[in-house]
């Protein structure tokens, strides 16, 4: 696990920011460093909220609970009033001759905010409580700073920020950094520089004169400020990119999905994804290590909260999580008790469908025989081994490695087919006699081994996945065929509407999620999916078999043989392990220092399942192709192994991606489609996103916006000219950065904000002058226009065409229009 101190995340121990993936980069550098330079806001200084403007939300609901509006307004509202107060801020800080500053501050966007609404000087003052409330240490970059002092290495804190030095000092102290540790801080809104424009290194310079560019390292985690302006005066600079997002970031598609989920988790969940820098170290580990930090590793703990929860209202001292997913489970619950201040003794118990299945049987009936049959894997030689009955199987001993499908097809003179006559020599009245003794006997083994290793089985507490309570039905059906009290409590982390049929016998079987734990929807596509789940939380053994006493008379579970993994497979699942870990660690961390904000999530199992969900319902292109790669293997009935996402033919793509998930879901079973929406995303790698982001924009301008830019992605560009005008044009510009594209000018911008400076034919025989001689990443003589327009599409088209026309140069424009997108010119 991670190298912390005590086993937990101490910002006080110097090595801890050694584990951060991006800081790690440069430990051998800073040996020759004399001065550190840190940006504040999204490294040293982390927000417990999802934006930014998250703050603003708080701050209203602050502002209604003191009484301080003057009229009615909603926390949505101020949020989009304290924005608009900051953009008029700046502009008129823009004004020529206004100022010659290049950051607002507070004060000054506070003043555009009416009086009418608000005692302004009094929200001033709430937004600063937010922030105080919101705001935590980084505690990497506070080990790094520990690290440094103790190096001999000065620090300095450098923000393009409206706070001001005396307002930040306030918030990071609040925070718990011991101001004495830095020697400057730098605010571009009192410097009158900024680091975009190189200026606030420059007084960053002057300020230790006896330093050269040469013995600083600048942090930071905006490209333009932190890295291009320490680059433009020489300093070398990381960018720490921890916080921000971009177009394949697992967080971006779980607001698309949901919305905005878990906020006070979403920095620490990208935190706890940085962290194991020295166990994890190959791309492929290191990719499953986020997983688990950022979107498995909350769904788990979630549950494991609700467990202790659900144990302290019950009285409950004990649990017992089955294996093998108790492999991850027991330390998970360990750690949540030891949060919690809870005593817990976790305690795992070795169960599977297959070793309780003859314990839970009072007789073996042809409808038994029937379900064992109708298995698609089961072989004949599974069929006596599933009823412990293998010294019977000697006429079948041709056909024992053979499918029972495959027997079918195999002619008996007595009976037609090998299966039928299998299916007349089990419950013939010899091999039932032997059938009922193994009934007998595995479920003595199963209930003396209940009794061996938890005393009084009706106090277990039992948590498993789920999901139909096959296991914990099996389990109480044996205790009460042996006549022993039964009355267990049952904890599953989802449920399906099965579970009313267990409620109805008496049994107390409770879950996170789904069934009568409410959640269904979100409960519904676990329940179908759960493959990669289960095997992410395995151990490195297999399923239990059966039963058995050992030369001491001690009852022993026997354990499948694990087959079908590879050896890098074993270690991308430990890899996960260790970042689900690493997210309880870092969980704890910020539960000492904001309670109050995590106490909100006790009661929440929607918010927490939201994540995880959200992976099985639109996985990212690079989840899909991970955790379909996983081998799947189950062991009731005989051995299946497979890919989670095996390969189909295209056909079954015909009818489209959303008829292909239905047919998986509701159709006939022509194959095993563990994951539908994993293999729809590795057909079709943004199909779903597309189809979640129509219903979240209302099928409005976001959903035509990403179309277009698929448009240019897909055909290998990287750079282009917009031409368009209005609010769909400053979104394509926005979003097209998001997607890691650049925009090389931005023509006839309209009412947008930027400043107009040509009318369009101007621009585009200025453009047309450049493309003799610039090839802008492109093919000579084919420049890249995007129309970003929902109107006028056909005159701007023709306004390039017009240019362009006779000048021995061929345009490639992109627009909306699906017929006319990518049409040479």
């Known amino acids: 696990m991670l190298h912390l101190k005590n086993g937990e ?31 504040i806001f999204d490294t040293l200084l982390l927000r417990a909220c999802s934006v930014p403007a998250d703050v603003f939300e708080l701050t209203a609901e602050k502002a209604a609970a003191a009484g301080i509006w003057k009229r009615p307004v909603s926390a949505d509202e101020f949020r989009e ?71 001999g290495i000065r620090v300095a804190l450098v923000s393009d920020m409206y706070l ?48 050269s560019p040469q013995d ?38 779980d607001s698309i999905r949901h919305g905005n989920m878990l906020p006070a988790l979403k920095s620490l969940r990208k935190l706890a994804g940085s962290s194991g820098a020295r166990e994890v170290e190959d791309p492929q580990e290191r990719a499953f290590f986020r997983f688990g930090a950022a979107s498995l590793g909350p769904f788990l703990h979630g549950w494991c909260e609700w467990v202790i929860d659900t144990c302290i209202r019950e009285n409950r001292t004990a649990v017992h999580p089955l294996m093998r997913e108790g492999y991850l489970l027991a330390p998970m619950l360990e750690a949540a008790a030891r949060m919690r201040g809870a005593e817990l003794t976790v305690k795992p118990v070795y169960l599977s469908r297959q070793s309780t299945y003859l314990a839970a049987l009072e007789r073996f009936e042809v409808s038994d025989l029937e379900r064992l049959l109708e298995l698609d894997w089961v072989k004949v030689g599974d069929v006596f081994s599933m009823l412990d009955i293998v010294e019977e199987a000697g006429p079948y001993q041709p056909y024992l490695d053979l499918s029972v499908a495959q027997c079918s097809l195999i002619p008996d003179a007595s009976s037609g087919s090998v ?198 319902d639109m996985p990212t292109p690079e989840e899909a192709s991970m955790l379909g790669e996983l081998t799947h293997q189950e062991n009731f009935g005989g051995l299946q192994i497979s890919p989670i996402c095996n390969e189909v033919d295209d ?23 563990f994951w ?33 830019i698929r448009k240019v992605k897909e055909a290998g560009h990287q750079s282009f000219h917009v031409y368009g005008t209005g609010a769909f044009a400053d979104l394509f510009v926005r979003q097209a950065g998001f997607h890691g594209l650049k925009m090389e000018s931005l023509i006839d911008s309209g009412p947008s904000g930027r400043k107009q400076e040509q009318q369009p034919d101007q621009e585009l025989d200025q453009h047309q002058g450049q493309h003799r001689d610039q090839k802008l990443g492109q093919k000579q003589n084919h420049p890249i226009y995007v129309i970003a327009s ?8 023709q306004a390039i065409e017009d240019k362009y026309r006779n000048s021995g140069i061929t345009p490639i424009i992109y627009d909306l229009f699906p017929y006319q997108a990518g049409r040479n010119l």
């Open 651 to 673: 056909h079954w793509f015909e009818q489209g991606e959303e008829a292909f998930i239905d047919y998986c879901n509701y159709g006939p079973a022509m194959f095993n489609a």
């Open 9 to 39: 995340v101490s910002p006080d121990n110097l090595e801890l920011w050694k584990t951060d993936v991006f800081l790690n980069q440069i430990a051998n550098r800073l040996l020759s460093v004399r001065l550190l330079s840190l940006d």
């Open 164 to 211: 001001s030095s005396v307002q930040l000092t306030d918030l990071l102290q609040s925070a718990g950094l011991n101001m004495e540790q830095i020697d400057v801080l730098l605010v571009s809104n009192e410097q009158q520089v900024s680091k975009v424009t190189g200026g606030l290194f420059d007084r960053l310079l002057e300020h230790f004169t006896g330093l």
């Open 216 to 253: 600083i390292v600048h942090i930071g985690d905006n490209t333009a400020a932190d890295i291009a302006g320490a680059a433009s005066r020489n300093i070398e600079a990381l960018y720490y990119p921890v916080i921000p997002e971009h177009f394949d970031s697992p967080f971006h598609w």
């Open 419 to 616: 299966t039928e006559s299998l299916r007349q020599y089990i419950m013939g009245e010899r091999t039932q006699q032997k059938v009922e003794a193994s009934i007998e006997r595995n479920r003595k083994l199963f209930v003396d081994y209940l009794l061996q290793e938890f005393g009084s089985p009706e106090r277990m507490v039992t948590v498993d996945i789920g999901f139909n309570g096959t296991i914990q039905k099996a389990m109480e059906a044996a205790l009460r065929l042996t006549g022993l009290p039964y009355g267990m409590l049952h904890l599953l982390a989802v449920g399906t509407g099965k579970i009313a049929e267990s409620l109805l016998t008496g049994m107390d079987i409770r879950s996170f999620v789904g069934s009568c734990g409410g959640n269904s929807d979100l409960g519904f596509r676990i329940a179908r999916s759960p493959a990669f789940l289960e095997e992410l939380m395995m151990g490195d053994f297999g399923s239990t078999l059966r039963y058995e006493k050992d030369a001491n008379g001690f009852v022993q579970p026997v354990l499948a043989e694990l087959q079908g993994h590879t050896a890098e497979e074993l270690r991308c699942k430990r890899a996960c392990q260790r970042g689900v870990l690493a997210f309880q660690q870092y969980y704890a961390y910020l539960n000492t220092l904001k309670p109050e904000l995590l106490a909100a999530l006790s009661d929440q199992p929607r918010e927490w399942t939201k994540p995880f969900h959200r992976v099985i």
């Open 81 to 151: 009033i304290r924005i608009g107060a900051e953009w008029a801020a700046r502009r008129r800080l823009m004004e020529p001759r206004a100022s010659s500053y290049e950051e607002v501050t507070l004060e000054q966007i506070y003043a555009e905010v009416p009086d009418v609404i608000c005692d302004t000087q009094r929200m001033l003052e709430l937004e600063l409580e937010a922030e105080r409330q919101v705001c935590f240490l980084n505690p990497h970059m506070l080990s790094l700073i520990h690290w440094c002092k103790h190096s």
């Open 790 to 797: 929902l109107s006028r599409i056909q005159t701007l088209r």
């Open 676 to 708: 539908p929406q994993g293999m729809v995303t590795l057909k079709s790698p943004y199909y779903l996103y597309a189809y979640y982001l129509r219903q979240q924009s209302l099928f409005g301008s976001e959903s035509l916006c990403f179309a277009l």
